[in-house]
């Protein structure tokens, strides 16, 4: 088997949650970093005498978020910093896999202030204290933090809340998601795109506070498992098989590779039937060891589909051998 490395020249862009690298080697003109880390939206006090005692700079919040008071969880009435913590907390590996669980953020009606320890129903200022518990603060998530600089807006479609700014992104109701506005008319809609697992790491995508990227097919998963795929240089969608990015030049060496690696003369009359992963054209071509070229797109990423029975990728078709 012939390996062919690809190096890695990196670009940068800047996206909602910092400056992002991708590889320009391989045109990623479709994917984008989406706006995650899921928070929930602001809601502006309607006036700024209501605090009656503004935020201090006090060590308060967690690792997650800096804010000013915990939340009490309604699935088992413990008190804990978020919801994050909460999660982490219930599902590690010493709690009994019966009992892991995950906090139903819609349904937290009391919060305990962090400055004076006042339990009180969920709301942006403390009733005994003053304090501001949150400069960001969503009654319908239930959520409070105090870096707006993540530009935090609730997406009712959604139903949790984003970073990036509202103004930069759109819902897509075939994917159930937000994307950025950049690749509203090109993107390749998938149904429920991010409700599901990441195809590495199996975290859930919906809601993770990872950063995400969205392949040519359309597909998403972290763009941390990406970057670890290309380490390894494995360059197709692990959900449907096709390129993760323009890999003309990789073809054009194997087209080299080909040429000058003669098969024996037992195999050079040997056609078997193939599927190209990229165009899924059905083609018959000639069986060599490197590889096999699709006829429509010139792509390597095929798979063969029949031929010689000995062969993992065969079906029970026999192959085809020109006379």
């Known amino acids: 088997m012939t390996t062919i490395a690809i190096p890695l020249i990196c670009f940068t862009?800047?996206?909602?949650?910092?400056?992002?690298?991708?590889?320009?080697?391989?045109?990623?003109?479709?994917?984008?970093?989406?706006?995650?880390?899921?928070?929930?939206?602001?809601?502006?006090?309607?006036?700024?005498?209501?605090?009656?005692?503004?935020?201090?700079?006090?060590?308060?919040?967690?690792?997650?978020?800096k804010r000013r008071c915990k939340i009490r969880a309604p699935c088992c009435d413990e008190v804990y910093d978020c919801r994050h913590c909460h999660n982490e907390a219930k599902n590690s590996l010493d709690i009994d896999p019966l009992h892991r669980h995950d906090?139903?953020?819609?349904?937290?009606?009391?919060?305990?202030?962090?400055?004076?320890?006042?339990?009180?129903?969920?709301?942006?200022?403390?009733?005994?204290?003053?304090?501001?518990?949150?400069?960001?603060?969503?009654?319908?998530?239930?959520?409070?933090?105090?870096?707006?600089?993540?530009?935090?807006?609730?997406?009712d479609q959604c139903g949790i809340c984003r970073t990036g700014g509202e103004e930069n992104f759109f819902h897509c109701d075939k994917c159930g998601c937000c994307y950025s506005k950049s690749i509203k008319d090109t993107h390749v809609c998938v149904e429920r795109a991010m409700h599901h697992d990441c195809p590495i790491c199996s975290e859930f995508l919906f809601d993770t506070l990872k950063d995400l990227t969205i392949l040519l097919c359309g597909h998403t998963m972290h763009l941390d498992c990406l970057k670890e795929m290309q380490q390894h240089h494995r360059y197709s969608c692990p959900v449907c098989s096709k390129s993760i990015c323009d890999l003309s030049d990789v073809w054009e060496k194997l087209d080299h590779e080909v040429e000058v690696t003669p098969m024996p003369q037992t195999y050079q009359n040997k056609m078997v039937w193939i599927l190209c992963n990229d165009c899924e054209k059905i083609s018959r071509v000639q069986f060599h060891i490197v590889g096999h070229k699709c006829e429509k797109c010139k792509s390597y990423n095929t798979r063969q589909i029949r031929g010689d029975s000995s062969s993992s990728y065969t079906s029970s078709v026999s192959e085809e051998v020109v006379h």
């Open 103 to 155: 906090v139903p953020r819609h349904e937290v009606k009391k919060v305990i202030c962090s400055v004076c320890d006042t339990e009180q129903d969920v709301q942006q200022s403390c009733i005994n204290c003053g304090v501001c518990m949150g400069n960001y603060f969503c009654q319908k998530c239930k959520f409070f933090d105090d870096d707006v600089s993540k530009n935090q807006y609730h997406c």
């Open 13 to 65: 862009f800047n996206s909602p949650i910092g400056t992002v690298h991708f590889p320009n080697r391989f045109k990623f003109v479709k994917s984008v970093v989406e706006g995650k880390k899921r928070m929930d939206h602001e809601i502006e006090p309607q006036n700024a005498d209501d605090f009656v005692v503004k935020n201090d700079e006090g060590n308060y919040g967690c690792m997650h978020y």
